[in-house]
């Protein structure tokens, strides 16, 4: 069976050798057709701490590797642009 993978935005780095990704996913009501988003916060193994907050990440379904890591990020799909434009958009 393939491995899931999951894409996400970087929120944090501050462990060492992991990162926090959030997913946002649309779902739609089963009786009232309405959409929503919901979203969720993955801890992924990040071996070299080469991802930064902002970071757009593909992350890939793994062995556990501690209590809450289930999850390894394998690619970077876009960088952060500037300090200044993530600290706007996260307050």
């Given at each position: 069976m393939?491995?899931?993978?999951?894409?996400?935005?970087?929120?944090?780095?501050?462990?060492?050798?992991?990162?926090?990704?959030k997913?946002?996913?649309?779902?739609?009501?089963?009786?009232?057709?309405?959409?929503?988003?919901t979203q969720k916060k993955y801890k992924a193994h990040d071996?070299?701490?080469?991802?930064?907050?902002g970071d757009r990440v593909i992350i890939e379904e793994c062995r556990p590797i501690s209590k809450e890591k289930r999850w390894r990020a394998i690619q970077k799909i876009q960088k952060t642009k500037n300090k200044e434009?993530?600290?706007?958009?996260s307050s």
């Open positions: 393939p491995k899931k993978k999951l894409k996400g935005v970087v929120v944090s780095n501050k462990m060492q050798k992991t990162i926090v990704v997913v946002e996913s649309v779902k739609e009501h089963p009786k009232y057709k309405k959409r929503y988003k071996e070299k701490g080469e991802y930064k907050v434009q993530t600290a706007k958009s």
